[in-house]
C-alpha cells in the first residue's frame, strides 16, 4: 500500500455463496437480528478493508434490498463511503450470487493493489496483484491462515500477560476493532433506511 502513491479510489465487491447446504444458513441467530447475513458476513470484509486501507471509515451512503426471500433482509447492498483521510469508495455486497467473488481494489497515483479469494496449488486464499507506475504486476498469493494466526496471537497474549500484568494485547484483535466493524454496517443499514441519507459512522 506504501507503493500506490495517494489513494484516489476503493472498490469492495462481495457476492457470497449463501444458501440451504451452506452450514450457516440455518443458524437461527443469523436469521433473528436486523442485518442479517450481511451484518454476520459484512464484519470480515469491513475488518479487511479497514486493516488494508490505514484509515477509518467516516460516512456512508447506501441502498440495500431484500431479493431472495429464502435469506433474511436484506441480502443486497450498495454503498458509497468516504474515509477520514478524504478517499471515497464503493461496497457492493450480495449474500448469495451465481458467481461468487471477493475483492478488494486500491487505485493510487502511482499503482493499484487488489486483493481477491481464489485458488492456487489446490490451497483457497487471497490473491494480491500490485501493478505500479511502469504498468508492471506483481503476484503474490497467500493461503488461508487466518484463525491459526489469531489463536497463536491470542495464546501468546494470555502467557504473556500471565507473565507480565502490563502486557500489551495484539491491537486487532480488540472488541473495539469488532465494534468498529460493526458500526459501519450499522451506518449502512441505518442509511438505507434513510433512502440514501448519508450517515455518519459512531467512533470507538
Not at 470480515?44 to 477509518?56: D, K, T, Y
Request: with cysteine.
Amino acid at each position: 500500500m506504501d507503493d500506490i502513491g495517494d489513494m484516489m479510489n476503493i472498490q469492495v465487491i462481495v457476492e457470497g455463496s449463501m444458501n440451504s447446504s451452506n452450514p450457516y444458513f440455518n443458524s437461527s441467530w443469523r436469521r433473528n437480528f436486523v442485518g442479517g447475513f450481511i451484518l454476520d458476513m459484512g464484519v470480515h470484509f469491513i475488518a479487511g478493508l479497514r486493516m488494508l486501507v490505514g484509515s477509518e471509515v467516516a460516512t456512508v451512503s447506501s441502498i440495500s434490498r431484500h431479493v431472495d426471500t429464502d435469506l433474511p433482509p436484506p441480502d443486497n447492498i450498495c454503498s458509497l463511503f468516504q474515509l477520514e483521510n478524504g478517499c471515497a469508495g464503493v461496497l457492493v455486497f450480495a449474500v448469495k450470487s451465481r458467481s461468487p467473488k471477493i475483492l478488494w481494489r486500491v487505485d493510487g497515483t502511482k499503482g493499484t493493489v487488489q486483493i481477491e479469494r481464489g485458488v492456487d496449488g489446490g490451497k483457497h486464499g487471497y490473491q494480491v496483484l500490485f501493478s505500479n507506475e511502469s504498468g508492471e504486476c506483481q503476484k503474490t498469493f497467500y493461503p488461508f491462515c487466518g484463525v491459526h494466526e489469531e489463536l497463536k496471537a491470542f495464546v501468546h497474549d494470555m502467557v504473556q500477560a500471565s507473565k507480565d500484568g502490563d502486557h500489551k494485547a495484539e491491537p486487532r484483535s480488540s472488541y473495539v476493532e469488532g465494534a468498529r466493524d460493526v458500526a459501519v454496517l450499522e451506518a449502512m443499514l441505518e442509511s438505507s433506511a434513510k433512502q440514501g441519507a448519508m450517515v455518519q459512522v459512531k467512533k470507538f
